[in-house]
């Protein structure tokens, strides 16, 4: 007998765990650390237009700076009182190079030579080959001449300090001076000595010229600049300026300032959103096995939509068309992914918590958003339509067995949301008549949205998570499955048994509150290791075919049945079959006896090892696959019997319980003794309906037979 109904499938620390990761994840998402532009730097480029979110008047530090900045930067730098000694220095130098192109002009008998020579002689700047053929061609007293012009040249030239950004101006204005009296046929000779000779000899004074610079940014008033709300700061695709960063804070588009309370306020909303899920799915059992998968999916998809309102709704202005866009958003998609993993009435409470989550996102970010959804009338009709549609779709979409049932739930999500928007339209003011339009439009979005983002999220998230979902399943179920073709081919009776267990098992398991879906899918696979060998097994033998195991030890023939769970798995995996259906495949024997084979090879008086005959087990974890094992054993017997008598059936069928309850292969699952009850008397009347006497129809007569043959003529 079952002494105790084992542990919740959803234990206290799994429950906590979920109700703690989905209160972090809605706290992160709702309460207003990090707004919606803080991440905007300066350098960036907008991918938004920016707007002022409020009126504002106020001096700018960015606009103020700048202006200061280019007031000093056109002071011009105050030089210090030019050293003497630095200009009598290049004097020397240049009188000192003379000397030398004088010494080789007397010395070097070749123009070439001389050239060379005068080429080695370093200057403290390049000098043109042009210059210096010019000297060359000088004699000593055209030489000397020219040195004397030389230095009375840099000598004036450095009457005032020279920066190198100066030089060539002043050789160029001294050389054109008429106070020069330089000749036309030395101005080129000069002026290519000067450039080589004259070098920079200005010296800044730095406390001087850092004093005129800070009297010229004193004199800048500061930049008072205005914006009213709506105003376009920055453009898209502009470029952030630091003094953009500025007017973004200063109008509110940035918000710097963290308020305490609202902290507080989405703390506790979050603390209780998760506390409220815990302690429903710890209570209320929701969730299926493998649990924690579907569990994590469902916390996925929930923050997934309230990401998606943190960020879509900060993008709706106070625009009367694109107010309506807040509606669009497909919020109910959560609640209908947790009504196709979990139950309806837990969808339900998807639907309102992230509903109102959703709109709580905008009711508290309206200087970010720039939405409408301040007042408390906009912010109701916000979380009633969230919430109506997820209602909606979560009661229309129920298990998800087709994908007909998206096309259902997009309408419903549609009607719901509209009807709830058509309310506040009705009763608000001002109306117009484009308002209509936006609504049908909207409520359109939503729905389809949802459906869409739901059906792709059930999907690509179920793969993602390794979670077996009911369009899976359906499709498992269909006749044309490769499997289940090879099954009918090559093993016809073991298929056919496959379809009755399947019946059988399905119409129990409705009535207990099992999963039937699971359950039929489970029996039409649960035998498929037979494909291996389909010829050993009895439902597979042509009537009056000698059984292969006639001539086979009793071991031999246990083995090569229980092998079949064996190989079934292994096919399982080949074809890629979802892990809850392989369970069906070992569970369903358990860890009984090869019963026929054992008590053959005990005959003999021999007392073989039990072991040797034994299915490796695990027993049933699950209500639907010890569903399984009862109707697999039950219409073995009653096949096996042949009996068409009513108490000897079900005489049969109270026997198989008793005997898998005295096995104890039904203690690992959570099945109760009402439960088996109600399994035995569904199983009693399906099989009642199997094998029912049938009215022995007595041969024709001769009469009959050239009556009929007269009819079709």
Request: aromatic letters at 6%; hydrophobic letters at 50%.
């Amino acid at each position: 007998m079952l002494r105790r109904r084992p542990p919740p499938t959803v234990s206290r620390k799994a429950a906590a765990a979920f109700g703690l990761a989905v209160a972090a994840a809605a706290g992160l998402l709702v309460v207003p650390l990090l707004s919606f532009n803080r991440g905007i730097s300066e350098g960036d480029i907008a991918t938004r237009t920016l707007e002022a979110a409020r009126d504002e008047t106020f001096e700018s530090e960015g606009l103020t700076e700048v202006a200061r900045a280019q007031a000093a930067e056109d002071v011009a730098e105050v030089a210090l009182p030019l050293d003497p000694a630095k200009r009598q220095q290049q004097v020397d130098r240049l009188s000192s190079y003379l000397d030398q192109v004088e010494v080789v002009i007397l010395r070097a008998d070749s123009k070439q030579t001389k050239l060379e020579q005068v080429t080695q002689i370093a200057t403290p700047a390049p000098m043109t080959n042009e210059g210096r053929l010019a000297l060359i061609e000088m004699d000593r007293a055209a030489l000397e001449a020219f040195a004397q012009r030389a230095v009375r040249a840099i000598t004036e030239i450095h009457n005032r300090p020279l920066t190198q950004e100066a030089i060539a101006a002043r050789i160029d204005e001294y050389l054109a001076a008429p106070a020069s009296n330089v000749t036309p046929a030395d101005r080129s000779v000069l002026g290519a000595v000067l450039r080589a000779f004259v070098t920079p000899t200005f010296q800044v004074d730095t406390a001087a010229t850092q004093a005129k610079r800070d009297e010229a940014r004193a004199n800048v008033s500061p930049v008072v600049v205005t914006y009213t709300r709506g105003q376009v700061i920055v453009n898209e695709g502009q470029r952030i300026k630091a003094e953009d960063i500025e007017a973004l804070k200063a109008t509110g588009v940035i918000d710097e300032v963290l308020d305490p309370y609202a902290i507080a306020g989405g703390a506790l909303a979050a603390a209780a959103f998760g506390s409220l899920f815990a302690v429903y799915t710890y209570l209320l059992q929701p969730f299926q096995a493998p649990h924690r998968r579907r569990m994590l999916l469902v916390a996925v998809c929930m923050i997934t939509v309230l990401a998606a309102a943190r960020v879509g709704l900060p993008l709706v202005t106070p625009d009367t068309a694109q107010h309506y866009f807040a509606f669009a958003l497909p919020v109910a998609a959560a609640a209908i992914v947790a009504a196709a993993f979990a139950d309806v009435s837990f969808a339900a409470l998807v639907a309102v918590a992230t509903g109102l989550f959703a709109a709580l996102v905008g009711a508290t970010e309206p200087q970010l958003a720039g939405s409408s959804f301040v007042g408390s009338l906009e912010a109701l009709e916000l979380a009633m339509a969230y919430v109506a549609g997820g209602l909606a779709g979560a009661a229309t979409i129920q298990r998800a067995e087709r994908i007909g049932r998206y096309a259902l739930a997009a309408i419903a999500v549609t009607l719901a949301t509209g009807v709830v928007m058509l309310i506040f339209w009705l009763v608000g003011t001002p109306r117009s008549n484009e308002a209509l339009a936006w609504i049908g439009l909207a409520s359109a979005l939503n729905g389809a949205g949802s459906a869409v983002l739901a059906l792709g999220g059930f999907v690509l998230l179920s793969l993602a998570f390794g979670v077996t979902t009911r369009l899976q399943l359906m499709e498992l179920a269909q006749a044309d499955h490769p499997l289940l073709r090879r099954l009918q081919d090559e093993a016809p009776g073991t298929y056919h048994h496959s379809v009755l267990v399947g019946a059988l098992a399905e119409r129990a398991a409705a009535r207990i509150g099992a999963d039937s879906l699971v359950v039929r899918v489970g029996a039409y696979y649960h035998d498929i290791g037979k494909l291996a060998q389909p010829g050993y097994y009895i439902e597979n033998m042509l009537e009056g075919e000698p059984s292969p195991h006639e001539m086979m030890e009793a071991a031999m023939s246990a083995a090569i049945i229980r092998d079949h769970v064996a190989n079934g798995l292994e096919v399982a995996r080949r074809y890629r079959i979802p892990q809850m259906v392989r369970d069906f495949i070992p569970e369903h024997h358990g860890t009984r006896l090869v019963t026929f084979f054992y008590r053959k090879a005990s005959d003999n008086g021999a007392r073989p090892d039990a072991e040797a005959f034994r299915y490796s087990g695990p027993r049933p974890q699950t209500k639907e696959t010890a569903l399984v094992m009862l109707a697999d054993s039950c219409e073995a017997v009653a096949r096996a019997s042949q009996t068409e008598t009513r108490a000897v059936l079900d005489e049969l069928i109270d026997s198989v319980f008793a005997e898998r309850l005295a096995e104890g292969q039904l203690d690992e699952c959570d099945i109760t003794m009402h439960e088996l009850q109600e399994v035995a008397a569904s199983f009693k009347a399906t099989l009642r309906a199997v094998y029912h006497p049938r009215v022995q129809y007595p041969d024709p007569t001769p009469e009959e037979i050239a009556g009929m043959a007269r009819a079709e003529a």
